[in-house]
């Protein structure tokens, strides 16, 4: 099983069984679900499998059976955009006294299932194709433990709960929970036509078929907290529902071809990765971070799988900067680590939190997710023209620079740092956050506050980001401050942060304002946010490319040969598509796109060797070895928004995609398409309100771009 363990007063998950079988996950807005491959919720392995509603699991067991027996595996996979879980079962051979009466493979199962807010709906259809009339009893399983997320975890509750009870009422099951916080949680299991016999956790079904006669079932799982179950639609309704949910999201973004199948099949499966997690908020669109651990509102990982998008949606930006600057602090309560003008790093639901037993319901221990808020803010009004919208959020963008000044930085030394107030707060508040990332190079652990490289490149970009915006708004005043302080921090960040041994910046100074100098990715981070020099990037580029950092499969987060490297562990030797992609992107900022290549043509190898083509949110940092393909952490979140974001990222880098709606132009910088794509297509790219047709083609020494169609006002400009 998988086990939380507190160290220094942090939750960090241990991976303590090996890989089980592989899921298959289901989500819909604050509800989500794992299944094994034939569609059963099952105590395997790490035991997660469920339907979780609100950080609660609703469902812990889901298993049919035929005659007693487990049907067989046929096929198993997630269609229609990660709408539907569709799986083909058969029958094993079905005895009565020692005598065969149905062959195995005589009938067939179909199983589909998808996720409403808060509801699981399935269809069974069981069809004949055996040559005499079959006889068989169709059983269901199920039961709900409304474990909170972090007890399935592993964490452990500091009082006994109540156990759930469950009785049969009319055609259902209801499963009811009434919880420490005081929330009357219940699962209510229904079937249509009505099971000929019922307990408090099954369903039993008679099912008499002619040759390929077929019967279908209707299966509904609905969660409710503190509420009555809403009146449900049937089974067909509910799912046209969804997928017109689905096609709403769709219409937002633009339309991708590409000449390689297997890439178009990753891009295609994280595009429809991103559109899974992407939740309805009253604030608008916002993308969850991952299942099933992180399935929920998380301020750095959103902004970052923003900025990830911009091209292909930019509405998704907008609807993660109104949420950011709602749930922003407004005042000081250490318990949450919140400070006036901080932006949030994580909110919760369910149990737990609301007793406090974990810190996380309301939770601003992040450095970065304030800098990354107003990069996003610039960078949205670059791809929309939006003022409205940056008007709107003008107080809380003020708000967030004078928390970089004033409680970012209680030193006045000119650089961002944090240390912890909450007493059961995250230690390290960087995208890095487990307990050990932030080192010396002798392995002792960096003592607070602490000031990362690359949270000072985000503090430089948004600084910059602001005396743009500023200046856009017709603020010139407040532009040419903040573009003085961002140039004092760069010409001071060089000064201190630069390891020329190393060719890279120190990973961070500690409280002692000691360099930690330790050959860490973070670095990569300032060339994207452009706080590097021309001739340092150009050092760091060859340094992260060296193989100490390049396994084959991508970039390491910690170089071989540190003291504190492992290749196993979550942050000091592993592989994470999303660093990689922010890695790439800077390479080819400073134009260096041999390397940007290079990085994107790893993830695509890496891309093709996991199930569904989906990218995990990390994997293992051992060397490449011919005819294996990465080594998986056990457990990675998958999906995983900024993982299934990076291909998007990698894309748009290597096209030199630059987006200007105030001034109605799209740049084209110096675009290239690596050795596996020979043609790129993008349909409908949204500029402001002007909309692009581009087709590039792969040349030796670049890319050659044809605008095929335009929509409104807009100039193309190509760099060559």
């Keep these: 099983m998988k086990e939380i363990i507190r160290v220094e007063d942090q939750y960090y998950i241990l991976a303590t069984a090996a890989h089980d079988e592989l899921s298959r996950v289901l989500k819909c807005d604050d509800t989500f679900a794992l299944f094994d491959r034939s569609g059963n919720i099952r105590a395997l392995g790490r035991q997660e499998q469920g339907v979780y509603h609100e950080g609660t699991r609703f469902l812990s067991r889901l298993e049919l059976r035929v005659n007693g027996q487990r049907p067989l595996l046929l096929s198993s996979s997630v269609v229609q955009g990660n709408t539907l879980l569709a799986v083909d079962l058969t029958n094993p051979d079905i005895r009565v006294g020692g005598k065969v009466v149905i062959p195995h493979g005589s009938i067939h199962i179909f199983r589909a299932r998808f996720l409403g807010s808060g509801t699981c709906h399935e269809r069974l259809r069981v069809q004949n194709f055996g040559q005499e009339p079959a006889s068989l009893e169709l059983s269901l399983e199920f039961d709900a433990d409304f474990r909170d997320i972090f007890e399935v975890r592993g964490t452990r509750r500091d009082h006994p709960r109540p156990e759930p009870s469950a009785r049969v009422d009319g055609d259902a099951v209801v499963i009811a929970y009434q919880g420490l916080d005081k929330v009357q949680r219940t699962t209510r299991v229904s079937c249509q036509p009505k099971a000929v016999k019922l307990d408090a956790q099954s369903f039993h079904f008679q099912v008499r078929l002619e040759p390929h006669q077929e019967q279908s079932f209707y299966v509904t799982v609905a969660c409710a907290a503190d509420k009555p179950a809403a009146t449900l639609p049937s089974y067909d309704e509910a799912l046209l529902g969804e997928v017109h949910a689905r096609d709403e999201l769709v219409e937002r973004q633009c339309r991708l071809f590409t000449s390689n199948t297997l890439f178009s099949e990753w891009l295609d499966r994280s595009v429809a990765d991103l559109r899974m997690m992407t939740t309805r908020t009253e604030h608008g669109f916002y993308p969850y971070a991952g299942v099933p651990w992180y399935s929920t509102p998380f301020g750095r990982d959103a902004v970052i799988t923003a900025f990830q998008a911009l091209w292909l949606q930019p509405s998704l930006a907008a609807g993660v900067l109104r949420f950011l600057a709602a749930t922003q602090a407004r005042a000081l309560e250490p318990e949450r680590d919140a400070e006036p003008g901080k932006i949030l790093h994580e909110m919760r639901r369910g149990e737990m939190a609301a007793l406090g037993e974990i810190p996380f319901g309301r939770y601003y221990g992040t450095v970065d997710a304030t800098p990354l808020f107003l990069m996003l803010a610039s960078a949205y009004y670059q791809a929309s023209a939006d003022k409205a919208l940056i008007e709107s959020l003008w107080p809380s963008l003020e708000l967030a620079v004078r928390w970089m000044r004033e409680w970012g930085d209680l030193d006045q030394d000119g650089f961002l740092e944090y240390s912890v107030r909450a007493k059961r707060g995250l230690s390290n508040q960087c995208w890095k956050d487990s307990w050990d990332s932030v080192f010396h190079a002798n392995g002792t652990l960096a003592e607070g506050p602490l000031a990362l490289c690359e949270v000072q490149g985000y503090a430089y970009a948004a600084l910059k980001s602001m005396a743009e915006l500023a200046e856009s708004l017709g603020r010139p005043e407040q532009g040419r401050g903040w573009r003085s302080d961002a140039e004092r921090l760069r010409q001071r960040f060089e000064d201190v942060f630069w390891c020329d041994d190393l060719n890279l910046y120190a990973l961070a100074l500690d409280g002692r304002k000691r360099p930690c100098r330790v050959r860490a990715s973070n670095a990569g981070h300032c060339l994207y946010t452009g706080i590097a020099s021309e001739d340092r990037a150009r050092r760091i580029a060859r340094t992260l490319t060296q193989p100490e950092f390049f396994s084959g499969w991508g970039i390491r987060t910690v170089a071989e040969g540190e003291s504190l490297y492992n290749p196993m562990s979550y942050h000091n030797g592993s592989i994470w598509p999303h660093d990689n992609a922010l ?138």
């Design 583 to 720: 890695i790439a992107a800077g390479f080819a900022r400073y134009g260096l796109m041999e390397h940007a290549t290079q990085v994107f043509q790893a993830l695509f190898e890496a891309s093709l060797t996991f199930d569904l083509r989906r990218i995990p949110e990390l994997y293992c940092g051992f060397v490449r070895r011919a005819g294996e393909g990465p080594t998986l952490y056990p457990v990675a979140c998958s999906p995983q928004a900024w993982a299934a974001g990076s291909v998007l990222m990698l894309l748009g880098a290597c096209l030199g995609l630059e987006l200007d709606a105030p001034h109605r132009r799209l740049k084209l910088n110096r675009p290239i398409l690596p050795p596996f794509l020979d043609e790129v297509r993008i349909d409908r790219m949204q500029v402001g309100d002007a909309m692009v047709d581009l087709v590039f083609h792969r040349y030796d020494t670049g890319a050659g771009v044809d605008v095929l169609r335009r929509h409104g006002d807009l100039e193309v400009i190509i760099v060559k």
